[in-house]
């Protein structure tokens, strides 16, 4: 199955307000998200900041928490492992959420 964009666009503030309580925030979503699509994958990738202070389980957390919000695979990655040149590449290839 894949993430219909209707769905994911209805479903942003409820994202937005989950990334939130699990300390996350500058959600982004792949670039082909950020307009209409005919075909995902059928995994979507965020990429998220995390405060300092959360753990993988806030991670783990969030990422099952927008999985059911969507009914969909969800992968979320932190910003916090790129490199300078990996956090270029996902600044360029992720548009802000």
Not at 30 to 38: D, K, L, Q, S, T
Not at 39 to 67: K, M, N, T, W, Y
């Amino acid at each position: 199955m894949t993430v219909d964009y209707d769905v994911l666009w209805s479903k942003r503030h409820e994202i937005l307000r989950a990334a939130a309580r699990y300390g996350a925030h500058h959600v982004r979503i792949p670039a082909w998200a950020a307009e209409p699509f005919e075909e995902a994958p059928e995994e979507l990738e965020l990429v998220v900041s995390f405060d300092g202070s959360r753990s993988l389980l806030d991670h783990a957390a969030l990422q099952l928490e927008i999985a059911a919000i969507l009914g969909r695979r969800v992968n979320v990655i932190s910003d916090g492992g790129f490199g300078p040149v990996q956090r270029a590449r996902v600044l360029r290839e992720y548009a802000p959420f």
